[in-house]
């Protein structure tokens, strides 16, 4: 049955913010930062500005500090120089008429000692290495062994995210994206695959939580509830991570994230990058526990998306590989035009070449 596709293109309020429609851009790591500095620069500027038209942009995801760094050539939020590269970001999408969030990141131990500062391991709530690899300077290499953090050391985490927003702040973004997805520090906490724990941050539902909802608290001391949203994948397996019973954690999370205020949750649903039926989950159900939008993603198609809004599943679709191929996704979609093929091996890393010279329609 064909849909009606209006839905796609209609406004939509994210807590006090106008978005001009339902699409919003994923956060796309493309490790294209200043080498040296990892500050934005002028081809990021061009990029960002390029996909403006979306409702909404979630950036690539942005260490808050070196220590969450777990690739090269990712954006940070932490030096004066970061925060003057992303100004110029914010302030071209914003004379595009478009709005964006900063998403902020903590890789934990998805790192590598040459990443880290003075070569130290990565942290994470246990000291188990994952098994995978990242990209350094010298090309892939498997992720070193981390270091499990002390309770001052968690606080010190806490104060760099809480310094990071407010660069974020400074940096003129309309919000900011808690990354507690994707098997990286806050969800490292999280799962217990990850999280061997015998403290107050490990072991029980509500002891996993802990970190996470403490990040969320320290954030909301920045900004206000309905400017901060979080990203969270409950089922998917990437960067090496599980949890024996996923629904135990993530509906009593969802429930206190909307018991907070905060504007959205955007949940990758199924397997990163793959099957959306990776694992069964009720999505439906995990969005009527929270009082916020919900953005879906993973896989979406204009079809998928269309269905998906007009059953009121979700309230935003967020695309990711097709925004790093079509600059003008969403007047493509508008038209139903074809997409440009994504060129896999310019994602990460690299300079203008399958970044900023995707064609627009004509
Ligand atoms: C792909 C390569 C490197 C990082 C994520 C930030 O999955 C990422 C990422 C993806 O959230």
Redesign the pocket.
């Known amino acids: 049955m064909t849909q009606d596709a209006s839905i796609l293109f209609s406004p939509f309020r994210l807590g006090d913010i106008e978005l001009r429609n339902r699409i919003v851009m994923a956060?796309l790591?493309r490790n294209r930062a200043t080498h040296g500095t990892d500050a934005p620069n002028d081809l990021n500027v061009e990029y960002y500005r390029q996909r403006a038209s979306a409702g909404l942009i979630i950036t690539e995801?942005t260490q808050i500090s070196q220590q969450g760094q777990g690739?090269i050539w990712t954006p940070g939020i932490y030096s004066p120089a970061q925060v003057e590269g992303w100004q110029k970001v914010t302030k071209a999408v914003h004379e595009a008429g478009g709005k964006i969030f900063l998403q902020l990141?903590h890789v934990g131990r998805i790192s590598h000692v040459s990443l880290q500062p003075n070569g130290a391991p990565p942290v994470a709530p246990s000291a188990i290495r994952a098994k995978g690899q990242t990209f350094v300077e010298s090309g892939f290499v498997e992720v070193s062994e981390p270091h499990a953090l002390t309770i001052d050391e968690i606080k010190a985490v806490v104060r760099d995210y809480v310094a990071a927003a407010e660069n974020a702040k400074k940096a003129g973004f309309d919000g900011v994206e808690i990354?507690s997805?994707?098997g990286y520090l806050i969800e490292q906490f999280l799962k217990d695959k990850t999280n061997h724990r015998t403290d107050a941050y490990g072991g029980s539902v509500d002891n996993r939580l802990r970190f996470a909802l403490e990040v969320v608290d320290a954030i909301l001391s920045v900004w206000p509830r309905e400017r901060v949203g979080i990203r969270l994948s409950p089922v998917s397996p990437?960067n090496d991570i599980a949890d024996s019973d996923p629904a135990k954690v993530y509906f009593p999370l969802v429930e206190k994230l909307g018991a907070r205020g905060l504007a959205y949750i955007h949940v990758i649903e199924g397997a990163?990058g793959g099957a959306r039926d990776y694992a069964p989950f009720d999505y439906v159900g995990l969005r009527k526990t929270f009082s916020g939008a919900y953005i879906a993603n993973n896989g979406y198609t204009r079809e998928l998306a269309i269905e998906t809004l007009n059953a009121q599943r979700a309230d935003l679709i967020a695309f990711g590989v097709s925004f790093i191929a079509n600059p003008d996704l969403v007047e493509r979609l508008r038209r139903n035009a074809p997409l440009n093929k994504p060129d896999q091996p310019t994602f990460?890393g690299g300079g203008a070449h399958g970044y900023t010279d995707y064609p627009a329609l004509a």
Request: proline letters at 9%; zero cysteines.
């Open positions: 956060p790591t995801a690739y990141w990354h997805a994707n990437f990163t990460y």
